[in-house]
């Protein structure tokens, strides 16, 4: 049985539910662990609903703590919200015996990177790309253990408080990989968060990422499309 989980805060379900939907097409037998705070509802389809306190530090160490405080003991993947799955995901394939799996960086690599974003400052990193500031992404992430996300969490306690509330998950994902390169296997982005616009029909990947608000307006199309759901 492959294990998925997801971190979803707010009112609006229509985008867990989509994914819910999307992973139990392709993969029924599917256990999909929802983690949320108690104004959350539950997502239909999922196998359990975890509650997960607020924390005033903010989104992005919500988000890290809860994968940490759920304390799972085999190979899972972590998804963002905003994706389809669209073939099984087995969580050990993904490791090939190492500790963690991260979503390697492919597209907009040469992009300058943002330093001026929700009224936070992170000017440290004016003038670099994305690919040297962030090169993995935390929207599709496989651990062997909740021992993974306890090392991030420490990771993020250690940086400024900015990054608790914005990019702290990409922040805390660079520097494991800087400290510990020979634990991580990578999960290449055209295969397991293409964007849509990437799409290659002829060989369609393990799960599409609709990143950000334009692509999120396509998610229900691309479910029915690809998905009939």
């Known amino acids: 049985m492959n ?18 939907r999307s992973i139990l097409k392709c993969d029924p037998s599917a256990q999909i662990i929802q ?27 919500s ?13 899972a993947i972590y998804l963002d919200t905003d994706m389809l799955v669209l073939e099984p995901i087995v969580a050990a394939d993904c490791l090939g015996g190492k500790k963690i799996a991260m979503c390697k960086r492919i597209f907009q690599t040469d992009w300058i990177f943002n330093p001026a974003i929700r009224g936070l400052d992170f000017s440290e990193y004016k003038g670099m790309t994305l690919a040297s500031v962030y090169p993995y ?33 990409q922040e805390a994902l660079r520097i494991y990989y800087d400290r510990f390169p020979a634990d991580v296997a990578h999960l290449p982005e055209d295969v397991y968060a293409c964007l849509p616009e990437e799409l290659d029909p002829n060989k369609l990947p393990a799960i599409i990422h609709f990143k950000g608000a334009g692509r999120k307006l396509l998610m229900e199309r691309y479910s029915r499309e690809i998905l009939g759901l």
């Not at 108690?38 to 306190?53: D, F, L, M, Q």
């Not at 988000?63 to 190979?75: A, C, G, I, M, Y």
């Open 3 to 20: 294990t998925y989980v997801y971190f979803h805060i707010g009112e609006e379900l229509w985008q867990p539910e989509l994914l819910t």
């Open 35 to 61: 983690l949320s705070n108690s104004k959350t509802g539950k997502v239909r389809g999922v196998s359990v609903r975890i509650n997960t306190e607020d924390r005033e530090e903010g989104l992005m160490f």
């Open 63 to 75: 988000r890290l703590n809860s994968f940490r405080e759920l304390k799972l003991d085999r190979p």
């Open 137 to 169: 992404l935390a929207c599709a992430t496989v651990t062997r253990s909740n021992q993974e996300w306890a090392a991030m969490v420490d990771i993020l306690k250690s940086r400024d408080k900015k990054f608790y509330k914005w990019y702290g998950d």
